[in-house]
């Protein structure tokens, strides 16, 4: 896999968020009142891992797939 040379490093995600997946669940709710600050690396770091990350060797990540094709892309853009 290539990197464009203007990537962005990211902090490694965390692994264990201390939150039983049930209580994520149940205390899931959408909110779409939005701030106008910009998104901690951190965070964008945890949530591109928890949409695509690799678990384990052989390429094994986070979302299902039939055949390990992962036919699903996750793309984050930095502005400015």
């Not at 896999?1 to 264990?16: G, N, R």
């Not at 964008?44 to 891992?49: E, G, I, P």
Request: proline share 10%; net charge positive; with cysteine.
């Amino acid at each position: 896999m290539s990197t464009a040379p203007d990537a962005t490093k990211l902090p490694v995600p965390s692994y264990d968020g201390g939150l039983p997946v049930e209580a994520a669940l149940t205390g899931r709710r959408s909110i779409r009142d939005y701030k106008q600050e910009p998104v901690d690396l951190r965070d964008v770091s945890q949530l591109l891992w928890a949409a695509q990350g690799i678990t384990r060797p052989g390429g094994y990540r986070t979302c299902p797939s039939a055949g390990a094709l992962y036919p699903s892309n996750s793309m984050w853009w930095r502005a400015g």
